[in-house]
């Protein structure tokens, strides 16, 4: 099974719909959790200060673009930075950093 194949199965499994400007589809969106080696001893599993990756199908390339604004379900994620990650030359998948959009507030 090629990288592709495999990329595509997991966000049709784990996925979730994402709501970019230029249509809906499913990616992979979960937080970033890391291991921190600070004094105290923690789990890993801690948050990484409210960013979340982003994977897509490589074939979403024009879709998804970096600093965009999107939806999954209720909230707003600011899309930072996307790449396209290769395997053997080849592209596999869209790969992204965001974190959630601030909302505007009216000024009176």
């Not at 909230?75 to 596999?92: D, S």
Request: glycine share 6%; proline share 4%; charged share 30%.
């Amino acid at each position: 099974m090629h990288c592709e194949q495999v990329i595509r199965r997991l966000i049709r499994r784990c996925g979730r719909v994402v709501q970019f400007p230029s249509g809906s589809f499913l990616a992979y969106l979960n937080p970033i959790r890391e291991r921190t080696d600070k004094l105290i001893p923690t789990e890993s599993g801690i948050f990484h200060q409210g960013k979340w990756i982003l994977i897509a199908s490589c074939d979403k390339e024009d879709e998804v673009r970096g600093n965009t604004v999107f939806t999954a379900g209720k909230e707003k994620f600011l899309l930072e930075r996307v790449e396209t990650v290769y395997f053997q030359n080849k592209p596999a998948y869209l790969w992204g950093l965001a974190v959630k959009a601030q909302e505007e507030r009216d000024h009176e």
